[in-house]
């Protein structure tokens, strides 16, 4: 993979609208966004209520993920181009869950929803009808997701990349500076982290940065060693899987995993390690 | 807009003073020289050194609110045809800072 092959931008997304075998598909943290204006021809996903287990915290399952894309007129063999606001973080989100489910015909619209508005391009309120499908996925990818045991024992001795801001990493924030102080039961950051929030690796228009300025942020600044196995967090995934997006995908780095359950499981452990401040 | 999510809560300014408890708020708006609200853009919150701290989307009144931590800080607002703004802005415990942008 590579940033030829996981990333395209607004022209080419315009060139595409209504072309059959391709899908655009909008997943924003605001699930209300859609419904005020989208790119024409695109369809919406729920982060939540499509992508989460109703009762437990985890994904939909296999089954689950087969009815929505069939019930959402996603063919195996189309190409999906995901996109949203908020620099990408849930459409990021989508686009790792969607790998998990071996679909990989996948794309990543560069600058999301926020780039597209900026640019002043066409949205409508127009909601397409798509002929449902039978779709087929294939079996949860474990290479590409850590679950809190393998964190734990990655402690010192993979990268632990922390993308959340530099006050939730040091303790100081549960969460981000928009939302409620509230979730964890306690602050902090895994030991031996690395703290490379997630908008070091995007520009102000919500595209990312050049394949260099990322190795010289992650491998030069922050001293991620590109040698090793990865896995980052935040604090429920989706800003993650906007690094994982990163690293697995445009710098085409092996073995970089996301850990969704994030700092919301891990700081809410009994027994775990916790480091404070700064990080060392 | 869910709370247990780390993305931008829809926009919209209403809680009061009186309501800022233990949080540190800062809120404002977004308007034209008409008085109309500008609903298609963001505010970002920077910390020291223009440090991107967090971002939302303008709401439809051209309102935006962050739950920041004390200290000073600087907003800037991105909306289309190039709009680029900025103010500095102090937060405290338990007030809400109210700032507004003119287009």
């Given at each position: 993979m590579s940033r030829s092959d996981a990333l395209v931008d607004a022209d080419w997304v315009e060139s595409r609208i209504d072309t059959p075998g391709t899908v655009i598909v909008e997943v924003d943290e605001d699930t209300s966004a859609y419904d005020k204006g989208h790119i024409p021809s695109a369809i919406k996903i729920d982060?939540?209520?499509?992508?989460?287990?109703p009762v437990r915290r985890d994904f939909v399952d296999k089954i689950g993920f087969e009815a929505l894309l069939s019930e959402r007129g996603i063919a195996n063999d189309d190409t999906v181009v995901l996109y949203g606001g908020n620099n990408n973080w849930f459409a990021a989100y989508a686009y790792w869950y969607f790998k998990l489910y071996g679909h990989q015909n996948v794309l990543l619209l560069d600058g999301g929803r926020k780039k597209w508005e900026l640019d002043s391009r066409e949205l409508t309120r127009d909601v397409p009808s798509r002929a449902k499908t039978s779709y087929t996925a294939a079996e949860q990818d474990a290479s590409l997701r850590a679950l809190r045991d393998e964190v734990i024992a990655a402690i010192g001795k993979r990268n632990l990349v922390d993308v959340r801001s530099p006050d939730e990493f040091s303790g100081r924030l549960l969460a981000p500076a928009h939302l409620p102080q509230e979730q964890s039961q306690r602050g902090g950051h895994i030991p031996t982290a690395k703290n490379v929030p997630w908008s070091k690796a995007a520009n102000e228009d919500g595209t990312f940065k050049a394949d260099q300025e990322l190795t010289d942020l992650y491998a030069g600044e922050a001293g991620v060693d590109f040698g090793k196995d990865t896995i980052a967090y935040c604090r429920i995934g989706e800003r993650s899987a906007h690094t994982w997006f990163v690293l697995h995908e445009i710098l085409d780095l092996p073995n970089v995993k996301n850990y969704d359950g994030s700092w919301t499981e891990y700081g809410s452990l009994v027994g775990v390690p916790i480091e404070i401040g700064e990080g060392k | 807009m869910s709370d247990d999510s780390c993305g931008a809560p829809a926009g919209g300014v209403t809680i009061t003073k009186d309501k800022a408890g233990k949080e540190a708020i800062v809120e404002g708006r977004v308007l034209r020289a008409d008085g109309n609200p500008v609903a298609t853009g963001y505010a970002r919150l920077l910390g020291t050194g223009d440090e991107f701290v967090a971002e939302v989307p303008l709401g439809d009144d051209g309102g935006f609110r962050f739950f920041a931590a004390p200290g000073d800080w600087t907003l800037r607002v991105l909306a289309p045809g190039g709009v680029r703004l900025e103010q500095t802005v102090s937060a405290d415990i338990g007030h809400v800072t109210t700032v507004e942008f003119a287009v």
């Open positions: 982060w939540k209520k499509d992508l989460q287990d | -």
